[in-house]
């Protein structure tokens, strides 16, 4: 059992910067892989980026390459996700998930999910 925990949300400026956290509970942490995915108003949840359990591959959507890096570590439970140079289309809720890297970008078969995080970016 994972529980998920997400914080680092808030209000920003457009060409501003977030980190967002995500803070998990249990001793298996380290057994899955990681993944931030957004959902904005009147829209389906989106897949964001993903982490190995090894932080040895990360995966980025082609909408946020570039801008934004998904870190973990695992002697803190933690995942991260950086978002620099932030556009209004980014502002969603930002969730974090546990599952296996076989299927890690498709929301249905991942098996933790926190709360999420609200993001707004002003232009």
């Known amino acids: 059992q994972v529980q998920l925990v997400e914080s680092g949300g808030g209000l920003v400026q457009a060409g501003g910067s977030l980190r967002l956290s995500c803070a998990a509970s249990g001793r298996t942490f380290s057994s899955y892989a990681m993944a931030w995915f957004r959902q904005a108003p009147g829209k389906e949840r989106e897949f964001v980026a993903a982490i190995r359990v090894s932080s040895a591959t990360t995966l980025h959507a082609d909408s946020v390459k570039g801008r934004f890096t998904i870190s973990r570590d695992n002697a803190k439970n933690t995942v991260y996700l950086q978002m620099n140079s932030l556009k209004p289309e980014d502002t969603a809720v930002y969730y974090c998930?546990?599952?296996?890297?076989?299927?890690?970008?498709?929301?249905?078969?991942?098996?933790?999910w926190g709360q999420g995080t609200q993001v707004t970016v002003s232009s």
């Open positions: 998930a546990a599952g296996s890297w076989r299927a890690i970008a498709i929301a249905t078969t991942l098996d933790y």
